[in-house]
């Protein structure tokens, strides 16, 4: 009977440390990437779904494209590059491993100092640089109703923070897609499902670049 009640013993103990094993996380499984999303309504999903908003999409590609990315949506409607900087701070605390900066579109608009937009973006910059933080910028167009003039002066803002900070750049976040009636709502300005998928599609190689970035400060670490 001792025998007995001892390989009874030993075979629950067995059976509870596979229990363990099969439940428990892999030893060492690095968790996934935290990709933060800085930007004005082109971002925050703005006449969409849920699932069809940019960062929803953009985590759905990363998927499909084999990286474990979770990506967070710091869109805000409305926003300009002085709302950004006024929230970065808070924004970065939940603790991301890269950041995406979607801003401008809305100073463009309104015909805000170019001079402003540039300093509003230069101190973003600088505040995730100093948080050690990988960077892509992407870039915006000025309206062409607001003049040459104007146009050249906001239009340099973004190549120019580009270049100073040494962060990857995304020319124009909305190639491929403004002013195609088939690609956008009926605002003619913010991307539809189809136009956001065309903006992923197209951002993504960037993205990627961005995460191998983070991926490689984090091994550092």
């Keep these: 009977m001792g025998y007995v ?30 990709l933060l ?28 494209a084999g990286r474990d990315v979770v990506v967070l949506n710091a869109g805000v409607s409305g926003d300009t590059t002085a709302g ?23 100073d463009g608009l309104r015909g805000l100092d170019p ?7 230069d101190a973003i910059i600088a505040d995730i640089r100093r948080a050690g933080l990988p960077v892509l910028l ?13 146009a050249d002066d906001f239009n340099a803002v973004f190549p120019r923070l580009a270049e100073k900070h040494d962060v990857l750049f995304y020319p124009f976040f909305l190639a491929g897609v403004a002013a195609k009636p088939d690609l956008n709502q009926d605002d003619g300005i913010h ?7 065309a903006v992923v599609d197209r951002i993504l190689p960037y993205v990627l670049d961005l995460l191998a970035r983070a991926k490689t400060k984090a091994g550092a670490r």
């Excluded at 082109?42 to 759905?60: K, V």
């Excluded at 900087?85 to 900066?101: E, T």
């Design 191 to 197: 991307p539809n499902p189809k136009g956001v998928r």
């Design 37 to 64: 999303v800085l930007g004005d309504s082109l971002t925050a999903g703005y006449g969409l779904t849920a699932e069809d908003g940019f960062t929803a999409q953009l985590q759905a590609a990363l998927k499909d």
């Design 138 to 150: 992407t870039g915006m167009l000025a309206p062409p109703n607001l003049g040459r003039d104007y």
């Design 5 to 34: 009640r001892k390989a009874a013993n030993v075979n629950a103990a067995a059976v509870f440390l596979l229990a363990l094993l099969w439940f428990a996380p892999a030893a060492g499984a690095a968790p996934p990437l935290r």
């Design 115 to 121: 001079k402003a937009t540039f300093d509003n973006l």
């Design 84 to 106: 950004g900087r006024a929230r970065i701070g808070w924004a970065l605390g939940d603790k991301p491993d890269a950041v995406v900066v979607e801003l401008g579109a809305n």
